[in-house]
């Protein structure tokens, strides 16, 4: 029984292994000219102009939902007054970077492990190289660059949206005024809230893009292999990212004692 186990835990660190090392060249190599500057803004538009109305739709509605889940809670306390707060906190410290990294990883990284894995299987990346062009370059690390700078700008959309929302379901309540709920909701929220928590989309869009080139890059046999690797982009990069969330959260309160919950 322990023989099992201990191959598949060496399975999981040897994976691991890789695409650090993955990682790590990608890296090394956005350091490095040339920058294929050209494919990194075609990649930022698919990963983040494309994305924005699934991202802003799900902000809206998480807003909605968050609105009315917060107002069944203080009307119990005769709190009603703290929800603009309560829900403006809870959207920008971790609801909307953590759901916004998640929305992402399942349009964003299924697409890119099945891009580049059905190129990997039909020797589209062979033909690449036979070209005298970069593959590792051209198709991982400016992916990687536009996930890296999307996730942020995608994050913001998603808060204000799930902010807007929270008014359209409180003022339907309450009839709050818009001015009134903006200066309520952003009240008790500082620096140190919103700008490391926005930041740190910037390491899930990281993972997302890493994971998902890694496993197009490793895709074998045939399309099977590339609904594999699609899958398997959506959920590594999920609970990586879940993962990484507990230990950035736990890095932003070390770093800013001073931010809401800490």
Do not use: N
């Not at 990284?109 to 589209?124: D, L, P, S, Y």
Request: hydrophobic residues 55%; charged residues 15%; proline residues 3%.
């Amino acid at each position: 029984m322990l023989e099992p186990l201990g191959l598949f835990v060496a399975g999981i660190l040897a994976w691991m292994g890789d695409v650090s090392l993955f990682a790590a060249r990608a890296i090394r190599d956005a350091l490095r000219p040339p920058f294929e500057l050209r494919e990194v803004g075609r990649q930022l538009f698919d990963v983040g102009w494309r994305s924005l109305p699934l991202v802003a739709t799900s902000g809206f509605a998480v807003g909605i939902v968050l609105s009315m889940h917060t107002r069944a809670s203080l009307e119990r306390f005769g709190a009603e007054s703290l929800i603009p707060a309560g829900l403006g906190i809870a959207m920008i410290a971790e609801t909307g970077p953590l759901i916004t990294g998640l929305l992402v990883s399942g349009r964003v990284g299924a697409g890119i492990g099945a891009e580049i894995g059905a190129m990997k299987v039909t020797e589209q990346i062979d033909a690449i190289e036979a070209s005298a062009v970069d593959s590792f370059k051209y198709l991982a690390v400016t992916r990687i660059l536009a996930c890296v700078l999307a996730l942020p700008l995608l994050t913001v959309v998603m808060d204000f949206a799930g902010i807007f929302g929270g008014f359209v379901a409180e003022t339907l309540v309450s009839g709050m005024s818009l001015t009134l709920y903006v200066r309520q909701s952003f009240a008790y929220i500082a620096f140190s809230d919103f700008v490391p928590a926005t930041l740190k989309t910037a390491v899930f869009g990281f993972i997302i893009a890493v994971v998902s080139s890694y496993l197009g890059f490793t895709t074998s046999q045939g399309t099977e292999g590339v609904g594999r690797a699609s899958t398997r982009s959506v959920v590594f990069a999920s609970i990586l990212i879940i993962l990484a969330d507990v230990i950035l959260v736990r890095l932003i309160f070390f770093f800013y004692p001073q931010a809401v919950g800490a």
